[in-house]
């Protein structure tokens, strides 16, 4: 049995191209240092020139983190497709219909003995039409409680009204539902009623003066001309936000869930 009472979960939004990753290595250590995370994740998806992963980006990441979850950009990068097949810490959400290569949970170990469970879901509202993540839920956190009850769901979805309501539904099941995919962090943290800690969305770590983690003239033009455009992500400044997650180690609850911003300028 794990000797800790509790112990800490330090969870990053989604790490946009370089700058996300230097982000990561800039803020990474002081973050350690204040809040001593038994865990660190992030979601990845972005992570590669701003879609998907490769093999050099994913080693540079877990140099940095645990576990990498994802999303629909996942997908992108053949290379990274390849690497999630082979490397179990990275996740692709649960409920993309088999036969779909890579897995949507898995059960890492940590410092003295410490189990957590993390759980990679997608949403279907304004996004693709795949697999129910709320049954898929059920399924997925069953069979993660038979090794331990402290979990931790990526909802990578694009409603918020969507992420609420999966957040009031594993209310008590999980430790933790935390919101990815719009890159924009909520004021909505807390804990829920049967001890889950709940945000809407985590954020990013890319570059501040952008829009969401893109260059900016590029995604004024899409707004102007809605003409296809090239996205890229911007290179300069720092922008990371995250949350800390407290749980407790026998029962799964959350303790406490604080949200945390943190900026260089370009």
């Given amino acids: 049995m794990p000797d800790k009472l509790s112990f800490r979960v330090l969870i990053i939004g989604d790490v946009i191209g370089r700058a996300g990753r230097d982000a990561l290595r800039r803020h990474l250590p002081g973050l350690r240092t204040a809040h001593r995370p038994a865990f660190v994740i992030a979601n990845g998806e972005n992570a590669a020139g701003g ?14 983190v645990d576990v990498l979850t994802s999303g629909n950009h996942i997908w992108d990068k053949k ?12 996740l692709r959400p649960a409920n993309y219909p088999p036969p779909a290569p890579g897995r ?5 170990s940590g410092p003295d003995g410490l189990q957590l469970g993390v759980l990679n879901l997608q ?20 069979e993660l409680r038979k090794t331990t009850p402290c979990l931790v769901v990526d ?14 539904y594993l209310d008590g099941r ?16 807390r804990i829920l009623p049967g001890g889950t800690a709940y945000i809407t969305d985590v954020g990013m770590a890319g570059a501040r003066n952008t829009v969401i983690g893109i260059k900016r003239d590029q995604a004024l033009l899409k707004f102007l ?17 995250c949350i800390v997650v407290e749980i407790e180690t026998a029962t799964g609850k959350a303790l406490s869930i604080v949200r945390e911003i ?5």
């Fill in 123 to 142: 949403g279907r509202v304004f996004m693709e039409a795949i697999d129910d993540p709320f049954r898929t839920a059920d399924a997925e956190v069953a």
């Fill in 225 to 241: 001309t809605s003409r296809p455009i090239r996205f890229e992500p911007e290179k300069g400044g720092s922008f990371l936000s």
């Fill in 174 to 189: 999980v430790s933790a539902v935390f919101g990815t995919h719009t890159h924009i962090p909520t004021a909505d943290e």
């Fill in 104 to 108: 949507g949970r898995v059960v890492v």
């Fill in 51 to 64: 879609v998907g992963l490769t093999e050099e980006v994913g080693r540079d990441l877990f140099s940095m």
């Fill in 262 to 266: 943190h900026t260089t300028p370009e």
């Fill in 155 to 168: 909802f990578h979805a694009e409603a918020t009204s969507e992420k609420v309501a999966l957040g009031w």
């Fill in 79 to 90: 290379e990274g497709v390849l690497l999630m097949e082979r490397e179990e810490r990275i």
